[in-house]
């Protein structure tokens, strides 16, 4: 069942291992197959390194196990969260990324202060409030993907332009078009983090404010790039280009 989804999902976690987003057991990428609703997550409690395609667990958008010898991963109620509300991805990431996750940590959005950032988010990468009591004693995970839906739904935030969130005292979860791309963005996430800190770090009269004529033109040239790159035939269109 879904073999080519499990493997893509395969190589999608294996991904966070190579870009150093995930460490022990941490971390999850996870696929869905739309026309069947049916979701590919990493097992829960194992390393990547010691897995294989054949130990990934298919659930349905209720959560019930229909396929795989192992249990899903623990953050799966949190993907069917976002599955649910988010109908145009197909892919999910979630780590536990240095710099995304100290500004996590701290609450704080990420702002956007160069073209990096623009090519890939539409503005500010928004952080979650945090959860109330009654949210972490009870459906915890469930409640992890209901406050991220509810801060795109308040702030009318669109999950195609903003395809990443940092969830208060938590960590980022990226989404894409299919695995990998969950997982390309999540890279790009740790890079503009790592580089607003440390711009944010910086004496107030140094940290220049992004042009909104400048973020606009770059993530527009980017989106119109990807539309291009999917009417295309004959073009290999990369997340990663960049001028």
């Given at each position: 069942?879904?073999?080519?989804?499990?493997?893509?999902?395969?190589?999608a976690n294996k991904l966070l291992s190579k870009h150093r987003l995930s460490s022990f057991i941490w971390g999850n990428v996870s696929g869905i197959d739309r026309k069947?609703?049916?979701?590919?997550?990493?097992?829960?409690?194992m390393s990547i390194s010691d897995i294989t395609p054949d130990d990934m667990v298919v659930v349905n958008l209720n959560g019930k196990r229909m396929e795989g010898k192992h249990l899903p991963s623990a953050d799966t109620l949190t993907h069917i969260e976002l599955y649910r509300s988010f109908p145009l991805i197909n892919g999910i990431s979630h780590s536990h990324a240095?710099?995304?996750?100290?500004?996590?940590?701290?609450?704080?959005?990420?702002?956007?202060?160069?073209?990096?950032?623009?090519?890939?988010?539409?503005?500010?990468?928004?952080?979650?409030?945090?959860?109330?009591a009654y949210e972490i004693r009870g459906d915890y995970e469930r409640e992890t993907g209901s406050v991220i839906v509810e801060r795109f739904q308040r702030g009318k935030i669109s999950p195609e332009?903003?395809?990443?969130?940092?969830?208060c005292n938590h960590g980022p979860y990226t989404w894409g078009r299919t695995p990998s791309e969950a997982v390309n963005n999540s890279v790009v996430m740790e890079e503009?983090?790592?580089m607003a800190w440390h711009c944010m770090a910086l004496p107030d009269r140094y940290l220049v404010p992004m042009q909104k004529d400048l973020l606009e033109r770059h993530y527009s040239r980017r989106k119109r790039g990807r539309i291009e790159s999917d009417d295309s035939t004959d073009r290999d269109f990369s997340p990663y280009e960049q001028d």
């Open positions: 069942m879904l073999e080519q989804l499990k493997r893509d999902v395969y190589e069947h609703g049916l979701i590919v997550l990493k097992p829960t409690g240095r710099w995304c996750t100290i500004f996590a940590q701290m609450g704080l959005g990420i702002p956007a202060l160069g073209t990096t950032h623009a090519d890939y988010f539409h503005g500010e990468i928004p952080c979650t409030r945090k959860l109330r332009e903003m395809p990443g969130i940092l969830v503009v983090a790592f």
